[in-house]
């Protein structure tokens, strides 16, 4: 990676953080298009990069990724749904922010374990972290999903629409 692709991964990161520590209003397509976005330019970065899987890098990168699920999953559960001005609300707070430098702490130390062993386990390393954290959203906006169906409150953007009777039902 060079400096340009470094700095626009950490202001995404550093956005997405910010986003999710102070809160939003919840909504249908939130959950969906960012980690969607990150898992495909996630794919093509590894078909890019083509590195050759061995099998410390593919027990590395495996381990990391159920860590990674497992990551997004408990961040999905400690965001709290409040109301605010009537609508759903997202706020992860402080636990947001605490589960959110462990998965950071954690991807750097992956990354540095694997440019320790060098060659291609750094090499498929690199290549993965939007995958990695693609997947992670991905399982985190799963869990919000559920959690907001369930919950049953009023969108903010089934306002706009007109439709003063809508509830968070996300497609049930």
Avoid: C
């Amino acid at each position: 990676m060079n400096i340009e692709q470094i700095l626009i991964a950490v202001l995404v990161l550093a956005w997405i953080v910010y986003r999710q520590v102070v809160g939003q209003y919840a909504s249908r397509t939130k959950l969906i298009w960012l980690p969607l976005v990150l898992i495909v330019v996630g794919l093509y970065t590894v078909v890019q990069a083509h590195p050759t899987v061995t099998t410390v890098g593919g027990a590395l990168i495996g381990a990391e990724l159920v860590l990674t699920v497992v990551l997004g999953w408990v961040r999905g559960r400690a965001v709290s749904l409040e109301t605010r001005e009537g609508f759903l609300y997202l706020r992860g707070g402080v636990p947001a922010l605490v589960l959110w430098l462990i998965s950071i702490g954690m991807r750097v130390g992956v990354e540095l374990f694997a440019h320790s062993i060098g060659g291609a386990t750094a090499a498929l390393a690199t290549s993965t972290i939007a995958l990695s954290f693609g997947i992670s959203l991905a399982v985190q906006g799963l869990v919000l999903r559920q959690r907001i169906r369930r919950d049953g409150r009023p969108l903010q953007e089934d306002s706009r629409r007109g439709d003063r009777s809508a509830r968070a039902t996300l497609g049930r």
